[in-house]
Structure formats: C-alpha cells, structure tokens
C-alpha cells in the first residue's frame, strides 16, 4: 500500500526566504506525482505534474523535483510572499491506477 | 470552463437524515473522482468513474454511502443514514485521461449533529 509522507507538517517563514518542502512515498513504482495548493475553506488547487520519467518542473517561483529511485520529492518555493501561505499537498499516482494517494500536506505561513 | 462544480458548499444536517451531494465535472474528462477530507485521516478516495461506470469503489466506507453518475456530466454521492462520524469535506475532482492532471472542486463541508 502506497504511503506518502510530507516533512515538515508546518512551516514558518518570513517574507523573502526560499523554502523547500519535502514529500517522501513508499513505493516508487509511479506514474507521476502532483502538488496541490489549498487555501482555507478552499478546494484543491493543482500547482505542479510531474512524471515519472521527468526530473524537474518549473512553474514561476515554484520548482518540483522527483528522485523516483528514492522515493522523494521537493517543491521550492523562491522569494516567499504572504499569499504563498497555504497548506502545500503532494499526491501519488501508482502506475496502473487512476488515483491519487495524498499526503496530510506542509501548513506555510509567509509573515510580512 | 468553469472547472469542477460542487453543491452545496455547506451542508449541516441531523443524525439520521438523507445528504445527497452534487457534481458536475469539467465538460469532456473522461475520470470523476469523489475523496473525503478529515483532520485525522486526510484525503481519501471514496469512488472513482470512467466514461459514467464506478470502477473503484473500494473507499466507500459503508454501504450508507453510495455514488451514481446517470450522465457524463452529473454525479451524486449520498449517504443515507447520516451519522455524526460522516463529518467531513467532500470533494469531487476530475481528469481528461486516466493518468493526467487531476483538477478538484471547492468541495462539500458535510457537518452531522
């Protein structure tokens, strides 16, 4: 059964600083992997794909990383702003399946 | 597209009573997708459809719940009867092909009493 792991559950931060969020997952046997955004009260925003087969994917300020072998990936966030504070999710999808397995997500806090 | 639409957005309901919840998924994905958010547990499939047809529907906890899709655009998750424990955000999401970019509604906020 696929678990996904993400360190640390929050984050706290000033303005301006570049910050790594981590994701760990059990099995590395994946079709790709996919970060979320969720505001408050909010759905699921989607920030980032990226596939099994890809290394890095960039999106303005936002960078993901995936080391399949591993079991691990990254997003950065550069020049952290207040609007970036949210809770950060990371989702799984297993080769062979339709759905994905979420992580419990990294609560940000950007302070001016 | 207006993406992924959910209703209601709040529902506060009593023990024991019938909640159905809605969906409409963005025109022409294939994939719809019901998941349940708690503090304790996370995100949690509770069903998917393919092209309208449950193909998993292994998360749904009891057979008090259950989900139809009578038309590519138009889902239902119902849970009859309601029980405090069912507390939870509901979210559908949906995606064109089966492994590609999934995209999420603003989800049900289901509170029992």
């Known amino acids: 059964k696929q678990e996904v792991t993400q360190i640390p559950a929050a984050l706290s931060v000033p303005e301006g600083e570049n910050l790594v969020l981590n994701c760990s997952f059990t099995d590395s046997a994946i079709y790709n992997l996919q970060w979320f955004r969720q505001d408050p009260g909010k759905g699921l925003t989607s920030l980032l794909l990226i596939q099994s087969s890809q290394r890095e994917q960039t999106s303005g300020r936002l960078n993901a990383s995936l080391d399949k072998s591993s079991g691990r990936s990254t997003l950065y966030i550069a020049a952290s702003q207040p609007g970036d504070s949210a809770t950060y999710l990371c989702a799984v999808r297993r080769s062979g399946y339709s759905t994905l397995t979420f992580g419990k997500g990294t609560m940000l806090l950007v302070s001016p | 597209d207006a993406g992924v639409i959910q209703s209601p957005r709040h529902e506060v309901t009593e023990m024991g009573q019938e909640v159905t919840l809605r969906c409409k998924p963005i025109s022409g994905h294939d994939y719809l997708f019901w998941y349940r958010q708690t503090m304790m547990r996370g995100l949690e499939l509770l069903i998917y459809f393919n092209n309208n047809v449950p193909i998993d529907d292994s998360g749904m906890p009891e057979d008090r719940f259950s989900a139809k899709m009578p038309n590519a655009s138009f889902s239902t998750l119902k849970i009859q009867p309601s029980e405090p424990r069912d507390s939870a955000v509901y979210f559908c999401?949906?995606?064109?092909?089966?492994?590609?970019?999934?995209?999420f509604g603003q989800g049900t906020r289901l509170t029992v009493v």
């Open positions: 999401a949906s995606s064109l092909v089966r492994d590609t970019e999934a995209f």
